[in-house]
C-alpha cells in the first residue's frame, strides 16, 4: 500500500470533519472517502481478527452474521470453510463499505454470501444464527448494549458469540484482569473518540453477564504512524445459554485451541 493511500485514510481519520444527523450519515462521511483504501490500512491497525475466525469453528450447514462487517474483509479470514456454511450475513449501515463487500463476494463467486445494509441494533435474519461475529464495530455503535442484546436475540441456543475490539480497562479491574496505566485509559478514547470510536471498560463485563465464557484474551498492538505506545484490544468469545441459564450439552459451533499469549481465560468445549 502506498503512502499516499496512508495519507488519505490518515486524512479523514484525524483532520476531516465528521457530518451527519444520524448515526448512519457519520458513518457514511467517515468511510466514503477512504472506502477503497480501507482495507489494507486496517489490517495494521485492527489486530486479531484472524485468529478470532480461526478460533470459532462453525460446522457445516451453520448460519453466520458478521455485524458491522463493512467490505466484507473478514470473509477472507474463512478460507476453504465459507463454501461449507449455510449462509453469511455481512450487515452494515455504510453504503460505501458494503460497496466494496459487494464486489468482493461477486468477484470470489460466493453465492452463500448476502450483503444487508442494516442497523446492528435491530436487524434480525430470517433464521436462528449459530454464530454472531462484531469486528472492531462494538465501540462505533453508540448503543452497542443494544446490539449486544440484538445478537444474544438473534443466537440459536448454544450459538456462538465472537467480539475482537479496542477497550480499556477499568481503574480497579479484577483479579486476574490486565490493568492499564492513566495515561492508556485517558489518551486512547479521547484520540479515538475524535473518529467516533469509543473504547470502553464496560464491553468485556456486559458479554460475560449475558454469555457463558469461553474464551477471553486482553492484549496490546501498535498503532500505525503512532511511535509511542500501545493500544489494548481484547478477543472474547461466548456461548448463548439455554432456558436455565446452562448452554446446552451438544452446541453445535465450538472453540478451537490456539496459542494464547497475553493476559487470557479459556474455559467451555474446546475441539
Same mark, same amino acid.
Do not use: R
Given at each position: 500500500?502506498?503512502?499516499f493511500s496512508d495519507l488519505q485514510v490518515l486524512y479523514h481519520?484525524?483532520?476531516k470533519p465528521i457530518r451527519g444527523d444520524s448515526h448512519k450519515d457519520r458513518l457514511e462521511s467517515f468511510y466514503a472517502?477512504?472506502?477503497?483504501?480501507?482495507?489494507?490500512f486496517r489490517k495494521r491497525l485492527l489486530h486479531g481478527r484472524q485468529e478470532l475466525w480461526d478460533t470459532i469453528d462453525a460446522p457445516p450447514g451453520s448460519v453466520w452474521v458478521d455485524m458491522g462487517g463493512g467490505t466484507g474483509s473478514n470473509l477472507e479470514y474463512f478460507g476453504e470453510r465459507l463454501a461449507t456454511l449455510k449462509k453469511v450475513y455481512v450487515v452494515d449501515l455504510s453504503p460505501s463499505l458494503l460497496e466494496i463487500a459487494r464486489a468482493r463476494i461477486e468477484k470470489n463467486g460466493w453465492t452463500n454470501v448476502e450483503t444487508v445494509e442494516a442497523d446492528a441494533t435491530r436487524w434480525q435474519p430470517p433464521q436462528p444464527a449459530d454464530v454472531v461475529t462484531f469486528s472492531y464495530s462494538l465501540t462505533m455503535i453508540p448503543d452497542w448494549f443494544a446490539a449486544i442484546d440484538n %445478537?444474544?436475540?438473534?443466537?440459536a441456543v448454544g450459538g456462538l458469540i465472537g467480539v475482537v475490539d479496542f477497550y480499556v480497562a477499568r481503574k480497579y479491574p479484577i483479579d486476574g484482569r490486565k490493568q492499564h496505566s492513566w495515561f492508556t485509559r485517558t489518551f486512547w478514547p479521547a484520540w479515538f473518540g475524535t473518529d467516533n470510536v469509543f473504547p470502553s471498560w464496560d464491553h468485556v463485563p456486559y458479554l460475560e453477564r449475558h454469555f457463558e465464557t469461553l474464551r477471553l484474551e486482553e492484549k496490546d498492538a501498535g498503532v500505525p504512524y503512532v511511535p509511542f505506545g500501545t493500544m489494548p484490544f481484547y478477543r472474547f468469545i461466548g456461548r448463548k445459554r439455554g432456558p436455565e441459564g446452562i448452554a446446552t450439552a451438544a452446541a453445535e459451533p465450538?472453540? !478451537?485451541? !490456539?496459542?494464547?499469549?497475553?493476559?487470557?481465560? %479459556?474455559a467451555g468445549r474446546i475441539a
Open positions: 500500500m502506498s503512502f481519520m484525524a483532520l472517502g477512504q472506502a477503497d483504501a480501507y482495507d489494507e %445478537a444474544k436475540q438473534m443466537l465450538s472453540v !478451537t485451541e !490456539t496459542e494464547v499469549s497475553g493476559t487470557a481465560l %479459556a
